[in-house]
Structures are given as C-alpha cells and as structure tokens.
C-alpha cells in the first residue's frame, strides 16, 4: 500500500468532462491538504497555455478512450491515467501515462498514487498491473525510417535531438502545441519506439541525428 507523504503538490487535472474535473477536484480537496491545483480543463485548453509546469497530471480518459484520441496530456510532468478498462490502459500507457488507476478508484488510493508518480514511480492498479502498452497501428515496418519520414519529421527529429520538448518545438518551427506533438508522435511510429529519448537514440544509430 502506498503511503502519500505529507509534502504539497502541484496538479494539473485533465479531462474532457467538466463533471468529471469537479468530481475529482473535491475529491482530492476531501482527501489531502497542501494540494493546489494549479490548472484544470481540456487536453486543448491547457496545452495552449502558458505557464510553469506542475508536479503531476492526473489524466481522466473518460468513458471511451480509442486509438485516434489517446494523445496524453504534454505538461511537463508525469501522467497519472483514470482509464475506463484495460483496453484504454494499453492505449495511455503507450503514450506514456507513469500510472494506471480505474476510475472508479478509492480516493485514498488516488491521492497515494498521485505522490507516488510525482516521486517519478510506476504505479498499477493491481487489476491493471499486466497491462502491456498497446502497440502503434502507424509504425511502419520494413522500410527504412529514412525513406519514411517526411521532411518537416526531420526536423521535428533534429529538435528530438537537441531536447526541446514539445511546446519548444512549436515555438521553434511556428507551429501549434497540437501540430507539434503530432509530428512527434509520428516520428516515433516511424521510428518504432515508445519513447523520446528511444527515437533519439534509434535516429542515431540509424545515422539520421548527430548526438
């Protein structure tokens, strides 16, 4: 059992639903002192704005998460996933979600599992512990990932390599947050990796970056 320490956090709560942002917020406000939650909307909403990142993002994928919509919320921070079943598991995981919990998940559990993945922990609800990330339907095989990728995920690659994140390459080639974190995930298909520091490490081996 996780023991949430008493130190405050800054959350970031994400949904698409905004009874379910209330919900959660008096929930976290019922369970724990010391939280401030410093910004909660839409995946849109709070991608396009501007400011520090916080500690952890609590991530609610609502009801019906599906291959076209699973795009994690790029705050910054770790992402703690509320998934509806293990299905939409494998698909938050493989964007990259530190942790996942149910949505019908015992508040105490929630708080616990908040600091624990703001600590830089994995965490599982124990039904969701055998979950694999699902794999990328886009990643293209047998082809080399030089002849697939397009010139604008070249560059998206290059930005990969400095280690910009995904608002900083918006900036850098004049392109919204959304458009950037497409191209990002589209380099990682091509590349067939989870991750960005994979991608970049894969870029290099294959000779496409220089590290």
């Known amino acids: 059992m996780l023991d949430a320490p008493p130190s405050s956090l800054r959350l970031a ?8 942002r209330g919900a959660l917020a008096r929930t976290l406000s019922d369970q724990a002192e010391g939280w401030t939650v410093v910004a909660a909307g839409t995946q849109v909403e709070l991608e396009s704005a501007r400011g520090a990142p916080p500690d952890v993002v609590l991530w609610d994928t609502g009801l019906r998460l599906t291959e076209g919509t699973a795009l994690a919320p ?12 293990e299905a939409a598991g494998e698909l ?9 919990l149910f ?5 105490g559990m929630l708080v616990a599992a908040l600091h624990a993945v703001a600590r830089g922990l994995t965490v599982f609800e124990p039904g969701l512990s055998h979950v694999r990330a699902a794999p990328r339907s886009t990643a ?9 990728l397009t010139p ?29 974190k497409f191209h990002v995930n589209a380099v990682l298909a091509k590349l067939g990796v989870q991750r960005r520091t994979e991608a970049v490490v894969r870029a290099a081996r294959l000779g496409l970056v220089t590290l």
């Open 13 to 20: 709560l994400v949904s698409e639903d905004p009874l379910a």
């Open 74 to 85: 790029d705050l910054g921070a770790p992402v703690l996933a509320l998934v509806a079943d």
């Open 92 to 100: 938050a995981l493989g964007e990259g979600a530190r942790g996942l």
């Open 103 to 107: 949505r019908d998940v015992a508040p």
């Open 140 to 148: 293209l095989t047998g082809a080399p990932a030089q002849d697939t």
């Open 152 to 180: 604008r995920e070249r560059e998206v690659l290059g930005l990969l390599a400095e280690g910009l994140s995904n608002k900083a390459i918006a900036d850098r080639l004049a392109i919204s947050d959304h458009t950037a």
